[in-house]
């Protein structure tokens, strides 16, 4: 069953109380660590499929992150960071387990298999992904290392498939996973608040928008 648990007017707030339920002083500690400048921004999937009404696997609260995400582009733009957008796409040689488990697959015929225009991707690099892992058999990590990127800001959806898969797979590869709480959603605010509970303990740190869009314009007037 879906639920729109986040809406343009109770995003701030549901945030806020997920928020509130992480233990403070580890986060902050490990947020002191967020560097922008060796960052790079992940923005997972927000495509068609899974925000235009008429598709079956729309995800009710991703329109609501919008704004945020767009916040966050414009930030990383304007300092010239690494944006990187994903694009799921299948065929029936390359959807392996998937192929078992959904409906359909995101072919790249279909209409809805684009990227959303409400969030301007024109300034970052769009990678095609055919798993959930968005560093399984792209060229992500390679873009990463080249950019000397140490951290990763997770956003997009869906929160407890493709963004947690590729969040503990870039623990794995030894990046610093910073998870964006109103920049994520799913299906349910269940799956929503595992995710950040799982995740928060030894793989990523739950991040607000803002706190990342704070510690941007910290280093801007740092540089200015």
Not at 181 to 200: C, F, P, S, V, W
Request: glycine letters at 4%; hydrophobic letters at 40%.
């Amino acid at each position: 069953m879906k639920e729109r648990y986040f809406t343009p007017q109770s995003i701030s707030e549901k945030s806020q109380e997920i928020f509130q339920s992480f233990d403070q002083t580890r986060r902050r500690s490990r947020l002191e660590r967020f560097n922008p400048q060796r960052s790079a921004l992940l923005v997972l999937d927000m495509q068609e499929y899974f925000l235009h009404p008429s598709s079956h696997a729309c995800v009710p609260s991703a329109s609501a992150i919008i704004p945020g995400l767009q916040s966050l582009v414009n930030a990383y733009t304007a300092r010239e960071l690494l944006i990187v957008f994903t694009r799921h796409l299948n065929t029936a040689h390359d959807a392996g387990s998937m192929a078992s488990w959904w409906r359909d697959l995101i072919t790249e015929e279909n209409l809805l298999s684009v990227i959303t225009p409400a969030i301007d991707s024109t300034n970052g690099v769009t990678l095609i992904k055919t798993q959930y892992d968005a560093f399984y058999n792209t060229a992500l990590e390679a873009l990463l290392r080249d950019r000397q990127v140490t951290q990763v800001v997770i956003s997009g959806v869906m929160t407890h498939l493709c963004c947690e898969t590729t969040a503990r797979s870039a623990f794995v590869r030894g990046f610093d996973a910073f998870f964006t709480i109103d920049g994520t959603a799913t299906y349910t605010e269940a799956h929503h608040r595992a995710t950040l509970l799982n995740l928060a303990h030894g793989f990523a740190t739950p991040v607000l928008v803002t706190e990342i869009l704070a510690a941007c314009q910290r280093g801007n007037d740092e540089n200015a």
